[in-house]
């Protein structure tokens, strides 16, 4: 995966000047909102992959039950 140029020459200082500039921009509380929004879809999207692997998993497990007939299971 390339990074672009652009991102890769900023210095520190930018960095932080960029930072001051999009909380001026946008404000203190717009961005804790936002930031809270954030983490709301990341919780979200960490549930629905724990979700998924689960019922994978019982998929399997169910896939993976003895389907010997009864007749069949006791001899050797």
Known sequence: M????????????GWLLIAVVVLVLF???K??????EVG?????????VKEGTE???KDATEAAKD??????????
């Open 2 to 13: 390339m990074t672009p140029m652009f991102l890769t020459n900023v210095p520190p200082v």
């Open 27 to 29: 404000g203190r509380g």
């Open 55 to 57: 019922e994978l998993e």
């Open 67 to 76: 389907v010997t007939p009864e007749t069949d299971k006791d001899k050797v």
């Open 40 to 48: 709301k879809g990341i919780t979200s999207f960490k549930k629905g």
């Open 31 to 36: 961005i804790s909102s936002l930031m809270g």
